[in-house]
């Protein structure tokens, strides 16, 4: 290949016949990148589908599609509700679509090509739930690619979001920058609360069972039974999560919160999709609480189903109506005199605040939230609100003030082993002492906290501390340790879809590729940080459009500071 000729990086997909727009957006998102990356980058990709046989011999041939497979670099199998066309000429596969995902796997199993990249659509809990044969066997296949580990694998929601997948994983081909199926981390711990919760509920029906069996009530013994039935269904699908079988546990939950009518694990349910990242399937077990309970009602289920639902809009970047849900809620909270859910709701007010860039309503919120919960004597909850007036003191350079009230929060965590709170408190410790330039303390207090938030699953965590361990690495001008970081940090992030720290990585990505004197990257990078800030309402969208007004403008100095 001579020097200015591209190189050429075939990409091949496979599909059942329910995707067919997301075909056409996987040719559209090829012909965007050979007109603007592929002419940066000295590459041009080439798109291969059965489509290509069909135009070149009039029919679909399974024999000229694996020669394709065969001679790919890169091939992406995209799946949703259908396992695909029956095969009776593939042997011991069932589908058309399987021979080539296996086809393309026994190659790279041999020659370590072609890569290959994974995409499931989302698919409802309640179809879940109800799998017929076609579904069945992509849960079942799901399932199996989280048991072996080779192969990495993505959920997307949309076509546009399938859109942007392809965009990053061709884009991070082409630049030799993919992660490794080994560095996956799928544990997912649910909040102990909520498990024991479930527990306390368990005792009790069988404590109920029992006085039904004495009173000869056959049909209420029946009806406790299921429910036991689905207690000890939910407390296995909680621990098959925390050993990182994810899809098993999915599976079960899916199950349980279509059949359930108890609001208990409808809330265990609720966490399991946040904590995946599965946003809509949370929404709608939302409304089925919500449903239950009586969304108009002013108890404390609808008020749990309205401090979930506000969470929800908060992470998707619906500030207005994650306050405008929290602003309902505290109305109940207040209404049933119930002081710790006033206490909560003005901590989570305070955060959307604090995103919106309104420091002293957050302040405000945060101290009536510390103040209720001191005369209630919720330590640990009062640990919190230290915590998050820490932030707030931060991010108005008052350093001396932040680090006292981070110290306050972390007394009262380690005098009661919480290790999340003492996690998260290292962390923003690690992100102070990087501010005051103390980058061996902020390494090493940063390291501390991913070591905790690992052990944890608490990916949330892990992500900011990735992150902040590569705003040091960033000043140290270790930019290769510190663009691995970054890059780790936004794949978590991007899981559970929170715009604001996505925003926050494309920024800090763009900084690096600043450094480094790669201007379209950064440009890149700023421009998807500027849409998701302006989506969400953050003022960072003006800070982020002026760093890339000067780029453009031929400043290519290196003063900003990353942002965490």
């Known amino acids: 290949m001579s020097a200015t000729e591209k190189r050429k990086i075939r990409a ?33 990709f080439v798109a291969l589908g059965w489509e290509d046989t069909l135009a070149s011999t009039g029919r679909r041939s399974q024999g000229v599609i ?46 370590g090509a072609p890569e290959i990249f994974v995409f499931f659509k989302r698919v409802d809990a309640a179809s879940e739930a109800d799998a017929g044969p076609q579904l069945s066997k992509v849960i079942k296949f799901r399932q199996h690619l989280e048991e072996t580990r080779q192969i990495l694998y993505r959920y997307f929601d949309s076509p546009e979001s399938f859109f942007d997948e392809v965009d990053t994983h061709l884009r991070a081909y082409a630049k030799g920058d993919l992660p490794k199926a080994e560095d996956r981390d799928d ?35 029946a009806r406790l039974k299921t429910e036991e039935a689905q207690l000890e269904m939910a407390e296995v699908a909680a621990q098959l999560a925390m050993e990182g079988k994810v899809e098993f546990a999915r599976e079960k939950f899916t199950k349980l919160v279509t059949e359930t009518t108890d609001i208990k694990i409808l809330s265990l349910g609720s966490q399991f999709f946040y904590r995946t990242g599965d946003l809509d399937n949370m929404l709608i077990v939302l409304e089925k609480w919500l449903s239950l309970s009586g969304s108009e009602n002013q108890n404390e289920e609808t008020l ?45 007010l305070g955060i959307v605040y604090e995103i919106k860039g309104d420091l002293d309503r957050a302040e405000n919120a ?19 609100q230290y915590g998050n007036l820490g932030n707030v003191y931060l991010n108005r350079g008052k350093l001396e003030r932040a680090e006292e009230m981070y110290q306050k929060s972390m007394n009262i965590y380690s005098a009661f082993g919480n290790k999340e709170g003492i996690a998260m408190v290292c962390d923003s410790l690690g992100n102070l002492y990087r501010i005051r330039g103390e980058l061996k303390r902020a390494k090493d207090m940063s390291t501390k906290a991913l070591v905790m938030n690992k052990s944890l699953g608490r990916k949330v965590g892990i992500a900011n501390s990735y992150g902040n361990i590569a705003n040091v690495y960033l000043l140290q001008g270790e930019l290769e340790t510190a663009e691995a970081m970054y890059k780790k940090s936004l794949a978590i992030d991007e899981v559970i879809g929170n715009k604001e720290f996505i925003s926050r990585n494309y920024s800090n990505l763009a900084n690096l590729y600043k450094i480094r004197g ?40 290196s003063e900003n500071e990353p942002k965490k």
């Not at 306390?200 to 029992?210: A, G």
């Open 518 to 557: 790669e201007h379209d990257r950064a440009v890149e990078m700023y421009e998807k940080s500027i849409v998701l800030y302006r989506a969400i309402g953050s003022p960072k969208e003006k800070h982020v459009k002026e760093l890339l007004e000067k780029l453009q403008g031929g400043d290519t100095s």
């Open 366 to 384: 945060y101290q009536k939230s510390l103040r209720i919960h001191e005369a209630l004597g919720c330590n640990e909850s009062i640990a919190n």
């Open 304 to 348: 749990g189903a309205l401090i979930h639902l506000g969470l929800l809009y908060q992470i998707r970047g619906e500030l207005e109506r994650a306050e405008e849900i929290y602003e309902k809620s505290l109305a109940i909270s207040e209404e049933l005199d119930d002081n710790e859910g006033m206490a909560n709701v003005y901590g989570n």
């Open 66 to 111: 694996n020669q394709d497979i065969d001679s790919c670099d890169v091939f992406i199998l995209a799946m949703h509700r259908r396992w695909g066309q029956d095969a009776p000429d593939a042997g011991i596969y069932t589908s058309y679509t399987e021979e080539e995902f296996h086809r393309a796997l026994e190659r790279w199993k041999k020659t």
């Open 187 to 221: 544990t997912v711990v649910l909040p102990i609360a909520a498990l024991q919760e479930v527990e306390r509920v368990k005792k009790l029906v069988l404590q109920k069972t029992e006085e039904a069996k004495q009173a000869k009530d056959a049909a209420e013994v």
């Open 12 to 44: 091949f997909i496979a599909s059942p016949n329910d995707l067919a727009e997301e075909r056409r957006v996987f040719r559209n998102a090829i012909d965007v990148l050979n007109i603007g990356f592929g002419d940066g980058a000295n590459v041009e």
